[in-house]
């Protein structure tokens, strides 16, 4: 059975609108002031948590520029590019996370990180942070999984190319070294990925199945998969931020600008207040409309003994007669009264 989780004070589940993470990721460009900017334009959005990615090209691969080292998919975001200048590029330097996560703070928001092996653990537990985030190109590092989980704080795993038996490995690792609050997200590791590749259904399914919170890594263009997914029951949202996609990056693309994470706040709330309860017949401000329902009405003007036919009896709006299911039982009763055109029928007015 699942339990209450809180990161930094905040509740992530389904009585909680979904948590929304900016993820800054290699859009600073190389600029610690631009960084800053992200984190404040973030932070204006109202978007709860603000991550960025700890490592160093050295942690991530080899320096070279050759066969798999280099990347030669003319599709790919980064073709031309080694994978060692690509990480070098999009790094966000050991030095700056203390000053991005102080002034994720001061904003009121929830900073953390992914890191990558467990030297970046060691570095992020002494800067305090409140969780930690597990890529999914790294979903089935378990010894990292395990050094995360170590930490007993919560840990947000991208299950993006996993299959069930992986995932089942990870999850596995997870708990087993003390991780009591997880949460998988379903991903599309494409960059940026289609509505189509996306699959929300996965998640109801991943929920039951891992017995844990899920949510989404969304990399598709818009708001609508998000929204779609909070629908499905996804209780943490992540996109990519940046503060705008005309001033390039290695993740640009498919990042999103300020109106549009304003809009994705709005949105996934909107859509998360609207699943409310399973609920039939009127609801308490649904009440006065029920007076516009057709029901039964007398249509013309009738005597005493007259016979209630298809011709003086119609179902009309408002909603004061008898309702309209009544109509074959009516018919050919005979009133005991004189009654005008527009008299609501009742079972007062027979016998």
Same mark, same amino acid.
């Given at each position: 059975?699942?339990?209450?989780?809180?990161?930094?004070?905040?509740?992530?589940?389904? =009585?909680?609108?979904?948590?929304?993470?900016?993820?800054?990721?290699?859009?600073?460009?190389?600029?610690?002031?631009?960084?800053?900017?992200?984190?404040? !334009?973030?932070?204006?959005?109202?978007?709860?948590?603000?991550? #960025?990615?700890?490592?160093?090209?050295?942690?991530?691969?080899?320096?070279?520029?050759?066969?798999?080292?280099?990347?030669? +998919?003319? &599709?790919?975001?980064?073709?031309?590019? /080694?994978?060692?200048? %690509?990480?070098?590029?999009?790094?966000?330097?050991?030095?700056?996370?203390?000053?991005?996560?102080?002034?994720? @703070?001061?904003?009121?928001?929830?900073?953390?990180? *992914?890191?990558?092996?467990?030297?970046?653990?060691?570095?992020? !537990?002494?800067?305090?942070?409140?969780?930690?985030?597990?890529? =999914?190109?790294? $979903?089935?590092?378990?010894?990292?999984?395990?050094?995360?989980?170590?930490? &007993?704080?919560?840990?947000?795993?991208?299950?993006?190319?996993?299959?069930?038996?992986?995932?089942?490995? *990870?999850?596995?690792?997870?708990?087993?070294?003390?991780?009591? +609050?997880?949460?998988? %997200?379903?991903?599309? /590791?494409?960059?940026?990925?289609?509505?189509?590749?996306?699959?929300?259904?996965?998640?109801?399914?991943?929920?039951? %199945?891992?017995?844990?919170?899920?949510? %989404?890594?969304?990399?598709?263009?818009?708001?609508?998969?998000?929204?779609?997914?909070?629908?499905?029951?996804?209780?943490?949202?992540?996109?990519?931020?940046?503060?705008? @996609?005309?001033?390039?990056?290695?993740?640009?693309?498919? /990042?999103?600008?300020?109106?549009?994470?304003?809009?994705?706040?709005?949105? *996934? !709330?909107?859509?998360?207040?609207?699943?409310?309860?399973? =609920?039939?017949?009127?609801? &308490?401000?649904?009440?006065? =409309?029920?007076?516009? @329902?057709?029901?039964?009405?007398?249509?013309?003007?009738?005597?005493?003994?007259?016979?209630?036919?298809?011709? $003086?009896?119609?179902?009309?709006?408002?909603?004061?007669?008898?309702?309209?299911?009544?109509?074959?039982?009516?018919?050919?009763?005979?009133?005991?009264?004189? #009654?005008?055109?527009?008299?609501?029928?009742?079972?007062?007015?027979?016998?």
């Amino acid at each position: 059975m699942r339990h209450e989780i809180r990161i930094s004070g905040r509740l992530i589940g389904a =009585s909680a609108p979904p948590f929304v993470i900016a993820e800054m990721s290699g859009n600073h460009n190389q600029s610690l002031k631009r960084a800053l900017e992200i984190v404040d !334009e973030a932070a204006k959005t109202g978007a709860h948590a603000l991550k #960025i990615q700890t490592y160093t090209p050295d942690t991530m691969t080899l320096d070279l520029d050759v066969r798999e080292f280099h990347i030669d +998919d003319p &599709k790919s975001l980064w073709a031309g590019s /080694s994978l060692f200048k %690509l990480y070098e590029k999009a790094q966000t330097p050991y030095e700056w996370h203390q000053a991005i996560f102080q002034r994720a @703070r001061h904003h009121g928001m929830i900073p953390f990180s *992914t890191p990558f092996d467990a030297g970046a653990v060691d570095f992020l !537990e002494e800067l305090g942070v409140s969780c930690y985030k597990i890529a =999914s190109f790294e $979903n089935t590092d378990l010894d990292l999984i395990r050094r995360v989980s170590a930490t &007993k704080k919560p840990v947000i795993i991208s299950t993006g190319m996993a299959s069930i038996s992986e995932l089942g490995d *990870t999850v596995n690792a997870a708990r087993d070294a003390g991780c009591e +609050d997880l949460i998988l %997200l379903k991903c599309t /590791s494409t960059y940026p990925a289609t509505p189509e590749n996306s699959n929300l259904l996965t998640i109801p399914h991943m929920r039951e %199945l891992f017995d844990c919170e899920v949510g %989404l890594s969304d990399h598709t263009l818009g708001v609508g998969v998000s929204v779609a997914s909070v629908a499905l029951g996804a209780t943490v949202i992540e996109k990519h931020f940046t503060l705008n @996609r005309a001033d390039g990056g290695v993740d640009s693309v498919f /990042s999103m600008e300020p109106s549009e994470m304003k809009q994705l706040i709005v949105e *996934t !709330e909107r859509a998360w207040a609207a699943l409310g309860r399973v =609920s039939y017949g009127p609801i &308490k401000d649904e009440l006065k =409309s029920l007076q516009f @329902r057709r029901t039964l009405y007398v249509t013309k003007n009738l005597k005493s003994g007259d016979v209630l036919t298809k011709d $003086n009896v119609r179902a009309i709006r408002p909603g004061k007669g008898l309702p309209i299911k009544y109509l074959p039982i009516v018919i050919g009763k005979k009133i005991n009264q004189d #009654i005008e055109i527009g008299t609501p029928l009742s079972w007062k007015l027979f016998g």
